[in-house]
T-cell receptor, first 112, second 114 residues
Framework: DTGVSQDPRHKITKRGQNVTFRCDPI?????LYWYRQTLGQGPEFLTY????????KSRLLSDRFSAERPKGSFSTLEIQRTEQGDSAMYLC??????????FGQGTRLTVV | AQSVTQLDSQVPVFEEAPVELRCNYS??????LFWYVQYPNQGLQLLLK??????LVKGINGFEAEFNKSQTSFHLRKPSVHISDTAEYFC????????????FGSGTRLLVRP
Protein backbone atom coordinates (compact mmCIF):
# COMPACT_ATOMS: atom_id res chain seq x y z
CA ASP A 1 0.00 0.00 0.00
CA THR A 2 1.38 3.37 -0.98
CA GLY A 3 -0.51 5.41 1.59
CA VAL A 4 -3.16 8.06 1.05
CA SER A 5 -3.12 9.51 -2.45
CA GLN A 6 -4.80 12.66 -3.69
CA ASP A 7 -5.43 13.83 -7.20
CA PRO A 8 -4.70 16.34 -8.60
CA ARG A 9 -1.79 17.79 -6.64
CA HIS A 10 -2.44 21.26 -8.02
CA LYS A 11 -5.51 22.88 -9.55
CA ILE A 12 -5.89 26.38 -10.94
CA THR A 13 -9.42 27.38 -11.81
CA LYS A 14 -11.33 30.50 -12.68
CA ARG A 15 -13.78 31.94 -10.22
CA GLY A 16 -17.22 30.46 -10.73
CA GLN A 17 -16.02 27.13 -12.08
CA ASN A 18 -16.64 23.79 -10.39
CA VAL A 19 -13.76 21.60 -9.24
CA THR A 20 -13.57 18.03 -7.96
CA PHE A 21 -10.80 16.42 -5.98
CA ARG A 22 -10.24 12.74 -5.36
CA CYS A 23 -8.79 10.93 -2.36
CA ASP A 24 -7.80 7.27 -2.21
CA PRO A 25 -7.30 6.21 1.42
CA ILE A 26 -5.23 3.38 2.80
CA UNK A 27 -7.22 0.33 1.77
CA UNK A 28 -8.01 -1.14 5.18
CA UNK A 29 -8.99 2.19 6.74
CA UNK A 30 -12.67 2.76 7.42
CA UNK A 31 -12.50 6.47 8.26
CA LEU A 32 -11.77 9.22 5.79
CA TYR A 33 -11.36 12.90 6.64
CA TRP A 34 -11.17 16.10 4.62
CA TYR A 35 -9.35 19.14 5.96
CA ARG A 36 -8.63 22.58 4.53
CA GLN A 37 -5.41 24.47 5.21
CA THR A 38 -4.84 28.10 4.36
CA LEU A 39 -1.44 29.76 4.32
CA GLY A 40 0.13 30.01 7.75
CA GLN A 41 -2.64 28.10 9.48
CA GLY A 42 -3.18 24.60 10.77
CA PRO A 43 -5.57 22.27 8.96
CA GLU A 44 -9.27 22.81 9.68
CA PHE A 45 -11.71 19.94 9.75
CA LEU A 46 -14.30 19.87 6.96
CA THR A 47 -16.01 16.49 7.07
CA TYR A 48 -15.50 12.81 7.73
CA UNK A 49 -16.84 9.45 6.64
CA UNK A 50 -17.05 6.14 8.40
CA UNK A 51 -17.22 3.67 5.55
CA UNK A 52 -19.72 5.25 3.11
CA UNK A 53 -21.63 7.26 5.71
CA UNK A 54 -20.85 10.95 6.08
CA UNK A 55 -21.05 11.37 9.85
CA UNK A 56 -20.10 14.97 10.43
CA LYS A 57 -19.78 18.21 8.50
CA SER A 58 -18.14 21.37 9.75
CA ARG A 59 -19.89 24.72 9.58
CA LEU A 60 -16.98 25.65 7.31
CA LEU A 61 -18.51 23.41 4.68
CA SER A 62 -20.88 25.72 2.84
CA ASP A 63 -23.64 24.54 0.52
CA ARG A 64 -21.21 24.87 -2.37
CA PHE A 65 -19.15 22.01 -0.99
CA SER A 66 -20.16 18.38 -1.26
CA ALA A 67 -18.27 15.23 -0.42
CA GLU A 68 -19.02 11.62 -1.23
CA ARG A 69 -17.59 8.23 -0.51
CA PRO A 70 -19.93 6.03 -2.51
CA LYS A 71 -18.47 2.58 -1.86
CA GLY A 72 -16.63 3.26 1.32
CA SER A 73 -13.33 3.42 -0.52
CA PHE A 74 -12.25 6.54 -2.43
CA SER A 75 -13.84 9.92 -1.78
CA THR A 76 -14.48 13.03 -3.83
CA LEU A 77 -14.78 16.63 -2.70
CA GLU A 78 -16.57 18.97 -5.08
CA ILE A 79 -16.65 22.74 -4.85
CA GLN A 80 -19.25 24.46 -6.97
CA ARG A 81 -19.03 28.07 -8.14
CA THR A 82 -15.56 28.53 -6.72
CA GLU A 83 -14.63 31.79 -5.01
CA GLN A 84 -11.21 33.27 -4.37
CA GLY A 85 -11.64 32.49 -0.69
CA ASP A 86 -11.68 28.79 -1.56
CA SER A 87 -7.99 28.94 -2.46
CA ALA A 88 -6.27 26.61 -0.02
CA MET A 89 -4.63 23.22 0.39
CA TYR A 90 -7.23 20.47 0.69
CA LEU A 91 -5.94 17.54 2.70
CA CYS A 92 -7.38 14.06 2.93
CA UNK A 93 -6.58 11.63 5.73
CA UNK A 94 -7.63 8.12 6.65
CA UNK A 95 -7.56 5.98 9.76
CA UNK A 96 -8.79 2.73 11.19
CA UNK A 97 -11.42 3.73 13.75
CA UNK A 98 -9.94 6.34 16.13
CA UNK A 99 -6.30 5.42 15.67
CA UNK A 100 -3.84 7.84 14.13
CA UNK A 101 -4.71 9.48 10.83
CA UNK A 102 -2.41 9.30 7.82
CA PHE A 103 -2.47 12.23 5.45
CA GLY A 104 -2.15 12.51 1.71
CA GLN A 105 0.06 15.07 -0.05
CA GLY A 106 -2.87 17.43 -0.51
CA THR A 107 -4.44 19.25 -3.43
CA ARG A 108 -3.51 22.91 -3.73
CA LEU A 109 -6.38 24.90 -5.20
CA THR A 110 -5.85 28.37 -6.63
CA VAL A 111 -8.92 30.32 -7.72
CA VAL A 112 -8.12 33.20 -10.05
CA ALA B 1 -14.81 22.72 23.03
CA GLN B 2 -11.36 21.56 22.20
CA SER B 3 -8.60 23.92 21.21
CA VAL B 4 -4.85 23.77 20.72
CA THR B 5 -2.46 26.63 21.30
CA GLN B 6 0.99 26.81 19.83
CA LEU B 7 2.31 30.07 21.20
CA ASP B 8 5.45 30.24 19.09
CA SER B 9 4.81 30.91 15.43
CA GLN B 10 8.51 30.57 14.61
CA VAL B 11 11.46 29.11 16.49
CA PRO B 12 14.94 29.83 15.10
CA VAL B 13 17.72 27.58 16.38
CA PHE B 14 21.28 26.73 15.41
CA GLU B 15 22.16 23.32 14.08
CA GLU B 16 23.00 20.74 16.80
CA ALA B 17 21.27 22.83 19.48
CA PRO B 18 18.33 21.47 21.49
CA VAL B 19 14.82 22.67 20.76
CA GLU B 20 11.42 22.65 22.44
CA LEU B 21 8.19 23.45 20.62
CA ARG B 22 5.34 24.25 22.96
CA CYS B 23 1.78 22.98 22.76
CA ASN B 24 -1.10 23.51 25.17
CA TYR B 25 -4.57 22.11 24.73
CA SER B 26 -8.00 22.40 26.26
CA UNK B 27 -10.35 19.47 26.52
CA UNK B 28 -12.72 18.26 29.16
CA UNK B 29 -12.23 14.54 28.59
CA UNK B 30 -9.43 12.09 28.00
CA UNK B 31 -7.46 13.11 24.97
CA UNK B 32 -5.23 11.72 22.32
CA LEU B 33 -2.36 14.03 21.36
CA PHE B 34 -0.26 14.16 18.21
CA TRP B 35 2.59 16.02 16.61
CA TYR B 36 2.76 16.22 12.84
CA VAL B 37 5.47 17.70 10.60
CA GLN B 38 4.84 19.37 7.27
CA TYR B 39 7.50 20.12 4.67
CA PRO B 40 6.76 22.75 1.98
CA ASN B 41 3.94 21.77 -0.37
CA GLN B 42 3.58 18.40 1.30
CA GLY B 43 1.00 16.68 3.44
CA LEU B 44 1.41 16.00 7.14
CA GLN B 45 3.62 13.25 8.51
CA LEU B 46 3.03 11.84 11.97
CA LEU B 47 6.00 12.37 14.30
CA LEU B 48 4.57 10.84 17.45
CA LYS B 49 1.38 10.24 19.38
CA UNK B 50 0.12 9.90 22.92
CA UNK B 51 -2.88 7.62 23.35
CA UNK B 52 -2.37 6.30 26.88
CA UNK B 53 0.30 4.86 29.15
CA UNK B 54 3.74 6.39 29.56
CA UNK B 55 3.66 10.17 29.45
CA LEU B 56 7.02 10.33 27.65
CA VAL B 57 6.51 9.46 24.02
CA LYS B 58 9.30 8.86 21.53
CA GLY B 59 8.79 9.41 17.84
CA ILE B 60 10.63 9.39 14.57
CA ASN B 61 13.71 11.44 13.70
CA GLY B 62 14.83 11.67 17.34
CA PHE B 63 11.83 13.68 18.55
CA GLU B 64 10.05 13.08 21.83
CA ALA B 65 7.18 14.70 23.70
CA GLU B 66 5.87 14.65 27.23
CA PHE B 67 2.20 14.62 28.14
CA ASN B 68 1.52 16.74 31.22
CA LYS B 69 -2.11 16.43 32.24
CA SER B 70 -1.99 18.98 35.06
CA GLN B 71 -0.53 21.63 32.78
CA THR B 72 -2.51 20.42 29.73
CA SER B 73 0.67 20.48 27.70
CA PHE B 74 2.36 18.25 25.16
CA HIS B 75 5.67 19.91 24.31
CA LEU B 76 7.89 18.51 21.57
CA ARG B 77 11.63 18.24 22.10
CA LYS B 78 14.75 17.21 20.26
CA PRO B 79 18.20 17.24 21.89
CA SER B 80 20.11 18.12 18.71
CA VAL B 81 18.50 19.46 15.56
CA HIS B 82 19.64 19.16 11.95
CA ILE B 83 19.18 21.47 8.99
CA SER B 84 16.74 18.91 7.60
CA ASP B 85 14.42 19.45 10.59
CA THR B 86 13.45 22.83 9.16
CA ALA B 87 9.69 22.51 8.63
CA GLU B 88 6.29 23.40 10.06
CA TYR B 89 5.21 21.46 13.13
CA PHE B 90 1.60 21.01 14.16
CA CYS B 91 0.23 19.84 17.46
CA UNK B 92 -3.22 18.21 17.38
CA UNK B 93 -5.74 16.84 19.85
CA UNK B 94 -8.65 14.47 19.49
CA UNK B 95 -11.15 13.01 21.91
CA UNK B 96 -14.34 11.02 22.13
CA UNK B 97 -16.58 14.07 22.25
CA UNK B 98 -15.26 15.25 18.90
CA UNK B 99 -15.59 11.83 17.30
CA UNK B 100 -11.81 11.63 17.34
CA UNK B 101 -11.36 14.13 14.53
CA UNK B 102 -8.14 16.11 14.83
CA UNK B 103 -8.11 19.70 16.05
CA PHE B 104 -4.88 21.40 15.07
CA GLY B 105 -2.90 24.29 16.43
CA SER B 106 -1.74 27.06 14.13
CA GLY B 107 1.71 25.56 13.77
CA THR B 108 5.28 26.43 14.67
CA ARG B 109 7.88 26.97 12.00
CA LEU B 110 11.20 25.50 13.09
CA LEU B 111 14.07 27.22 11.31
CA VAL B 112 17.42 25.51 11.78
CA ARG B 113 20.42 27.64 10.92
CA PRO B 114 23.95 26.38 10.20
Amino acid sequence: DTGVSQDPRHKITKRGQNVTFRCDPISEHNRLYWYRQTLGQGPEFLTYFQNEAQLEKSRLLSDRFSAERPKGSFSTLEIQRTEQGDSAMYLCASSWENTEAFFGQGTRLTVV
Amino acid sequence: AQSVTQLDSQVPVFEEAPVELRCNYSSSVSVYLFWYVQYPNQGLQLLLKYLSGSTLVKGINGFEAEFNKSQTSFHLRKPSVHISDTAEYFCAVSDRDSSYKLIFGSGTRLLVRP
